[in-house]
């Protein structure tokens, strides 16, 4: 089983309240070969929600707010499913400050990227040993690069 975040298989649960969906990603989990989770709804912040970036090890909205909780408690219960369903890889959004493995937005909000920097929730993946990849990265590894 391929740990998923649920944004790009098509769920509605992204900061605006859209979705981030690619068609390979949405296949995967149609064949029942992957599980989602979206640590941001999932520690309890609702959707549509205030977009947030990294600073300084916080995680703060674009109000101001500190959210880091919620996004901790949001990753931990994503931890709960991959050791549940003994996923061992995991597709991410890239750049989020939850899910992108290998890069978030430097906490300005504007636009610039650290890079070699992941989101909370990958992180915690990563350190458990799960294979991190984004989007862009699997439908590479399926289309050959022919996409
Ligand atoms: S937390 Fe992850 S799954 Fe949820 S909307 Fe953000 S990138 Fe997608």
Redesign the pocket.
Known sequence: MILI????AGEN???SGGN?LVEEIRELYERGEAVC?????DGGLPVPRDPAEIINGRVISIHGRDVTDYYVRGAEAGMEVCRRYGCIKAVL?AN?P??GPHAVYDGTFSHRLVNGQCGIFAAMLKEAGVQCMDENEYVQSVTGGSK
């Not at 975040?5 to 790009?8: G, R, V």
């Not at 989770?37 to 709804?41: L, W």
Request: a positive charge; proline letters at 6%.
């Open positions: 975040s649920a944004c790009l649960c992204k900061y981030n989770v979206c640590p941001e709804r959004k989020s939850s899910c």
